[in-house]
């Protein structure tokens, strides 16, 4: 059984004009939208995603010195890889490719903040 994320009701994600809003990174921000996604679309359960990122935040509290702040946005991307290449989604190569081209790329119209915005038509 496939237990169904809740997108209306008092556990739903909090949005502004249907978009997600976190007082957080934009790379979080689209990592949880990913998530919210791939997990709608049947890529996998979200109870897999939240073991997956339970997973790994317990191994960076576990390696990570007392003061270190944690890097959320790394550790939520990290759990979606995880389940993705779990689930034969992709594989960790396509995924290391990707970001490298991600991390390539130049700043542009529609690359800051949200898609197709920062730019006068």
Same mark, same amino acid.
């Given at each position: 059984? /496939?237990?169904?994320? &809740? +997108? &209306? $009701?008092?556990?739903?994600? =909090?949005?502004?004009? !249907?978009?997600? +809003?976190?007082? +957080?990174?934009?790379?979080?921000?689209?990592? %949880?939208?990913?998530? @919210? $996604?791939?997990?709608?679309?049947?890529?996998?359960?979200?109870? /897999? %995603?939240?073991?997956?990122?339970?997973?790994?935040?317990?191994?960076?509290?576990?390696?990570?010195?007392?003061? *270190? =702040?944690?890097?959320?946005?790394?550790?939520?991307?990290?759990?979606?890889? &995880? +389940?993705? @290449?779990?689930?034969?989604? @992709?594989?960790? !190569?396509? @995924?290391? *490719?990707?970001?490298?081209?991600?991390?390539?790329?130049?700043? !542009?119209? $529609?690359?800051?903040?949200?898609? $197709? /915005? !920062? #730019?006068? #038509?």
């Amino acid at each position: 059984m /496939r237990a169904q994320l &809740d +997108v &209306d $009701g008092p556990a739903a994600p =909090p949005r502004s004009d !249907g978009e997600l +809003v976190f007082a +957080v990174p934009a790379v979080l921000r689209r990592a %949880f939208g990913m998530a @919210v $996604g791939l997990c709608g679309a049947g890529a996998f359960a979200w109870p /897999r %995603f939240q073991a997956a990122l339970i997973a790994r935040i317990a191994a960076w509290r576990a390696a990570a010195a007392p003061e *270190e =702040p944690c890097d959320c946005d790394r550790l939520w991307l990290a759990a979606l890889e &995880d +389940v993705l @290449v779990e689930r034969s989604a @992709v594989s960790a !190569g396509e @995924v290391a *490719e990707r970001a490298g081209a991600l991390a390539r790329r130049r700043p !542009g119209p $529609g690359r800051r903040g949200r898609p $197709g /915005r !920062g #730019h006068a #038509h």
